[in-house]
């Protein structure tokens, strides 16, 4: 088990993360009823569910944000969060907050930089652009928003629906990137509402919507075709 | 070395989102000059109450206190993103503090001069209270913005504190316990020419230490990032 600790040696174990029975109420509303999942090095995981399920919840929980009223979370490796309201600041350049993050991981700006631009590059972003982040559209808002959770090269990637506003092309290239990242070993988990792409995962856990919690916990299922039981 | 160049990068975030607020830059640095100059005309002698020098000061505290709330407010939103990234509270308050510190002792720095040259028997005093006035409205304003995370209240509570400072007589018993007592006072003792200047001096030092503390303990609070090292490890009970 390790921390989520920047600027660390990498874990010696692979990454991974298992949520064990969460559940989590805000005040008398129950939006997570005994949530699990379970993710290796390798592994992508969906979370699907009607609006109001607590996928977003979930993710939070994940990533230490919130915590659970029951039930555990464990995670090996380094986590990368991307939300989903894009967390940047209005009045800072693309390069200003790739300096920013990249210091909490002790990357000199330059080196910040080298990398966010590498990232920047594969989800076609226009690389170079000095103009602030309230001017971009919402697309490349939201390109900015995934860069920030890549840098550092997270082991887990935790993204709460993260190719929002994306051209058609980017949210191709999205998924071949997911492909990507756990051909690469890591851990990544996607909230969506794409259906469609639920065979490119190797699980999706679905949650009930709130009405139905009571009667009907969490519902964990491959997501690749070949590897669901027959 | 690696925790000074963290809150260095966060200073100096927080100075280029507020120096790109041009308009609001503006209004803040003139903020105290439109608060001196709307009572500047009136007659005072030693011995009276020296209003439009308490203006002024107050004019300050607005200035200050006001501007670290809403930079402050306005930062909250990425601060749990940046404590998961691998800052630590302390860097993000610390970050914060020292340029709207070296933001504010600028403002003070220019109203100094102006109210040393307008009032030169009482210069040294008053340059004091207004520095000290500047040192305690960036932790008011940094506290308030945790205490209260919502513009409409924070703003109301902001109102209130310095609003009562304003009209509450700097000689009642209730009166120190608001955090501006001190440079009121200093004025008042600098331009009757009488008094000790020591006490009101601590009394600003101290208000400002406990604000500090009470921002660095409600920023904590209000943005920590449970590790899932630490969650691991808990079951909570349910509610």
Not at chain 1, 89 to 98: C, M
Request: charge should be positive.
């Amino acid at each position: 088990m390790d921390s989520n600790v920047p600027g660390q040696p990498r874990p010696a174990t692979s990454p991974a993360l298992t949520v064990a029975g969460v559940s989590k109420r805000y005040g008398r509303r129950t939006v997570l009823e005994a949530a699990c999942l379970r993710a290796v090095a390798g592994q992508a995981v969906a979370i699907v569910g009607e609006n109001g399920a607590g996928k977003t919840t979930l993710l939070r929980i994940c990533a230490g944000l919130l915590v659970p009223d029951t039930g555990t979370v464990e995670v090996s490796g380094r986590i990368g969060y991307c939300p989903q309201d894009p967390g940047v600041l209005d009045l800072l350049t693309v390069d200003e907050h790739l300096e920013l993050f990249g210091r909490a991981m002790d990357m000199s700006p330059q080196e910040a930089l080298l990398a966010g631009h590498r990232i920047l590059a594969e989800l076609r972003f226009p690389v170079g652009d000095r103009t602030v982040a309230s001017r971009l559209s919402g697309g490349n808002r939201q390109k900015l928003n995934l860069a920030l959770a890549l840098l550092g090269e997270a082991d887990v990637l935790l993204l709460d629906e993260p190719y929002q506003g994306f051209d058609y092309g980017t949210y191709v290239n999205f998924w071949d990137l997911v492909d990507a990242w756990r051909q690469a070993g890591r851990v990544v988990v996607v909230v969506t509402h794409m259906l469609a792409e639920l065979t490119r995962v190797d699980h999706v856990v679905e949650l009930p919507p709130p009405r139905r919690l009571a009667s009907e916990p969490a519902r964990l299922f491959a997501g690749r075709p070949e590897r669901r039981p027959r | 070395m690696r925790r000074s160049r963290r809150v260095l990068t966060i200073a100096t975030t927080q100075g280029r989102d507020l120096l790109r607020r041009h308009l609001a830059l503006v209004m803040l640095a003139s903020l105290p000059a439109l608060f001196y100059l709307s009572v500047a005309g009136q007659h005072i002698r030693r011995g009276q109450d020296p209003w439009n020098l308490n203006v002024a000061v107050i004019g300050v505290a607005w200035a200050v206190a006001g501007g670290a709330f809403f930079l402050a407010l306005s930062s909250r939103r990425i601060d749990q993103r940046l404590l998961l990234a691998g800052y630590r509270p302390a860097d993000l308050v610390m970050g914060r503090l020292v340029f709207l510190q070296v933001f504010a002792f600028i403002i003070a720095a220019g109203y100094s001069v102006l109210f040393a040259v307008r009032s030169p028997a009482a210069a040294g005093p008053l340059i004091l209270a207004v520095a000290v006035t500047a040192l305690i409205g960036v932790p008011l304003g940094l506290a308030l913005a945790a205490l209260l995370p919502r513009e409409l209240e924070g703003t109301l509570a902001l109102i209130g504190i310095i609003g009562v400072q304003t009209s509450l007589p700097a000689n009642l018993a209730a009166a120190p316990a608001l955090p501006f007592y001190g440079p009121v006072k200093l004025i008042r003792t600098s331009w009757n020419s009488h008094g000790a200047i020591l006490p009101y001096l601590l009394h600003g030092l101290l208000a400002a230490s406990l604000l500090l503390a009470l921002a660095m303990v409600l920023w904590s609070r209000r943005s920590a990032v449970h590790t899932p090292a630490t969650a691991a490890t808990t079951t909570a009970p349910a509610n």
